[in-house]
């Protein structure tokens, strides 16, 4: 972590009505004793960071013009997530050590549900929301990477990839541009394709990263990488019985091998509906499990003192972790309801992490109703990957509207 690569997501529920401060304020206190595992400080000893318990309620604030700003991680008197309220907007921004995006999306939902009740609404049935009276299980405290570990050959070695060629903003770097396109729509083009949603865009992806790397290359004279490879979170919570609202994702990477020449966005479709097949196998990604968490048992990497820790993982990620990547893109999913809740909102937003400054780009999806919204986290000076993927979407009959972006 550090001031730019901060971890930080922020997870947005946009409206009808104006946010009311002081019933969100009510509502803050009231969930966060709901999910105590969240209100946690990060502590250091001689061998490990670890998490505080930390009784006090989530910061609210409002919103800054550059989101999933870092945590000062070395108070003691603040915990890891915050609340950020601006006109019709709730929004909820973690870091990645605490949980993921469903674990996130839980709390923002029972959030949104205790708001409502205390601003008056009537709500009367509830779906799958964590209510507050709930009891809270051992199941959500779990580390879900320890308890499903099993030793397993580790995954296949990867190629470095290219990166885009892109100039980095003035520091704070991080922009974003958010459109919203019809689920309807976007569906009917992956069928249309034979693909998932996922799938559809992921192609999209690469077609588009394949398009800046050709004219690129035709103005650089140096030798350059020619795999393009983009980042696949995972649920973990849909392939193996996990109640656990603690970080458990991992990912699946296809890639697009330019040294075989380039590719037609029919080719490059059938190669990531099959690669994020096999590679989502629980089977397969259980390898991944497997190299993450041996790394932590072996007894050299225990008995390291802290300091030397960090260094070794700052060395390892700027040498390796960061190069095997061109972009990154979560789906979310779709967001459910109780009916009496779906019409007091109009839609949702995900922002991803700042990306670091080799990948630059990356793109986060969550559909709520007939309303897919994509946010692109961008740390560069130019908007061309944004361009061509919104472009793409727009040949193939996909209306795209622009929203408020920074």
Request: glycine share 4%.
């Amino acid at each position: 972590m550090s001031k730019d690569l901060t971890l930080v997501f922020r997870l947005t529920a946009v409206l009808k009505e104006p946010v009311r401060y002081q019933s969100l304020k009510e509502a803050v206190e009231i969930t966060s004793r709901r999910f105590p595992y969240f209100s946690v400080s990060l502590g250091s000893g001689f061998f490990w960071h670890f998490l505080e318990l930390n009784d006090l309620p989530p910061r609210i604030q409002a919103e800054e013009e550059i989101p999933c700003r870092a945590f000062a991680t070395g108070r003691k008197n603040e915990v890891l997530y915050r609340i950020l309220a601006k006109g019709k907007r709730i929004s909820v921004e973690f870091i990645h050590i605490l949980t993921d995006g469903s674990g996130a999306m839980e709390y923002l939902k029972s959030l949104l549900y205790t708001y409502f009740k205390i601003a008056g609404k009537q709500i009367s049935e509830t779906g799958d929301i964590m209510l507050p009276e709930t009891e809270i299980t051992e199941e959500e405290y779990e580390d879900g990477y320890n308890k499903f570990f099993q030793k397993l050959p580790a995954p296949e070695k990867l190629l470095k990839a290219w990166h885009l060629p892109f100039r980095l903003n003035e520091k704070p770097r991080l922009r974003t541009i958010n459109a919203e396109v019809s689920v309807k729509e976007m569906l009917n083009v992956s069928r249309r394709y034979k693909v998932s949603l996922t799938e559809y865009f992921v192609s999209v992806y690469h077609y588009s990263l394949q398009e800046i790397f050709v004219s690129s290359r035709k103005n650089s004279r140096k030798k350059i990488r020619k795999v393009l490879r983009v980042q696949v979170p995972v649920n973990m919570r849909n392939k193996l019985p996990a109640r656990t609202m603690r970080n458990f994702s991992l990912f699946v990477m296809p890639e697009i091998d330019l040294r075989l020449g380039t590719f037609t966005f029919d080719e490059i479709l059938r190669a990531v509906h099959h690669q994020l097949q096999l590679s989502s196998d629980i089977k397969q990604i259980s390898r991944f499990l497997s190299s993450n968490v041996s790394y932590e048992k072996l007894f050299l990497v225990r008995i390291l003192p802290l300091f030397i820790k960090k260094m070794a993982i700052a060395a390892i990620y700027k040498g390796l972790g960061s190069k095997r990547l061109t972009g990154t893109f979560t789906n979310l999913g779709s967001v459910s309801l109780p009916s009496e809740m779906e019409d007091l909102i109009d839609y949702f937003n995900l922002i991803p992490p700042p990306p670091n400054t080799s990948v630059k780009v990356s793109a986060g999806v969550i559909s709520y109703k007939d309303k897919l919204v994509v946010c692109f986290s961008n740390i560069s000076r130019s908007r061309e990957l944004e361009r061509l993927i919104l472009g793409h979407f727009i040949k193939d009959g996909i209306h795209v509207k622009i929203l408020n972006n920074n």
